[in-house]
């Protein structure tokens, strides 16, 4: 599949992924989800690739691949 992804997806698809984003690192999730909080780098940040392999970014994006989940994911934070 194309990295050209956001293109591909309709808003409200791009809105629920963000969503699904926003809640990940909210005050009420990332303090406690382990997983994330392991894979931070020392800075903090954590790879695209990591958030892009969660089950529920990979069922919100099923024509996907990796590269794909991967370029939109990066495309929507700046939304954010």
């Known amino acids: 599949m194309s990295t050209d992804a956001p293109a591909e997806l309709t808003p409200e698809q791009q809105d629920s992924l963000l969503r699904q ?16 909080k392991g894979q931070a780098a020392a800075d903090g940040s954590i790879r695209a690739s990591v958030l892009a392999a969660s089950p529920r970014i990979v069922s919100l994006t099923p024509a996907l691949d990796a590269a794909g989940r991967e370029a939109l994911l990066l495309s929507l934070v700046e939304r954010s």
């Open 21 to 36: 984003l926003e809640f990940y690192f909210c005050d009420l999730s990332f303090p406690f989800d382990e997983f994330l």
